[in-house]
């Protein structure tokens, strides 16, 4: 777990549609110090002290410790099934194995009262009145069993197989072949690419002494010079964060002129900040 947030966020939601699931062992070193996430701290406190009315974890020591996918009942409901044991900061084998032996001498059995989850939309759809073809052809998806992974055929539009592509990111994938199927689409836009790219939460872009905030700002400023600037939130569902797999925030990207990746800096430490100055500064 990386993060305080959306980190704590799907343990929660995994761990309440499995009502099996009693005890949460924390262990190991508080990740990212440096940075001030610390998610293990984060969890403790959500255990002790719940949300206040924004979502946010009372007491987290955490950079961004506020719950915005779960809500007070879905945490008041995980806290009563799960048995907190807080090793933070142990990293032995041995001592995590031995308090997992003894978690499962104590089991409680299932949570006689299961959290019902929350209903999901489902909607009824009718068959287009007209199909439209993509020039580019299908793609058909199915799941390998035997080797644990998913196989993406694409088939051009007069139904003859073009490409199998064995998948490990989807989106990536299609995405990528797409790309290499338009030639001249990926051509335009290289050339229309941004020289930088940054993806981080850009409602942090005026929080004092933050260093994401930092980045956001050295990073507006080359546009100010003139520079192709491009900037995605973290919380969008910009294609682009596949296209460039980006998974962690603050990421920036350092293109050439040509739309080629250079280089990317990840993180928002002393370190990452003063390469991506550096880097932005030689940009012309």
Known sequence: ?????????????????????????????????????????????????GLDER??????????PVLRNVNKEEVRAFVEQIELVSMVGESSAEAVTTTIGA?????????????PGQAI???????????????????????DDRANRLIVEHYTNKGVLNCVLEVVAMATAIIGYKAKLSPTIQ???AVEA?????????????IPGDGCSEIIHIVRAARERGIAV???????KS????????IEFPTVLIFSRDGKEITRYVGEGPGPIKAIRAAIEQLK
Do not use: W
Not at 55 to 64: C, D, H, L, S, T
């Open 1 to 49: 777990m990386h993060t305080e947030n959306l980190g704590i966020e799907r343990i929660i939601k995994n761990t309440l549609a499995n009502p099996n699931i009693r005890f949460l062992v924390l262990c190991g070193e508080d990740t990212q110090q440096a940075v001030g996430h610390l998610p293990g701290q984060s969890f403790e406190s959500l255990f002790h002290n």
């Open 55 to 64: 979502g946010r974890i009372v007491g987290a020591k955490g950079k961004r």
């Open 103 to 115: 978690c499962v001498q104590r089991n409680p059995g299932p949570n006689p009262n299961p959290y």
């Open 121 to 143: 939309e489902r909607i009824r759809v009718s068959e287009p009145p007209r199909l439209t073809l993509d020039k580019a052809g299908y793609f058909v998806v199915y799941p």
């Open 187 to 189: 051509t335009a836009a």
């Open 194 to 206: 941004p020289r930088v790219l940054l993806a981080a939460p850009l409602s942090e872009a005026n």
């Open 230 to 236: 491009q900037e995605i939130d973290a919380r969008s």
């Open 239 to 246: 294609d682009l964060l596949a296209r460039y797999h980006i």
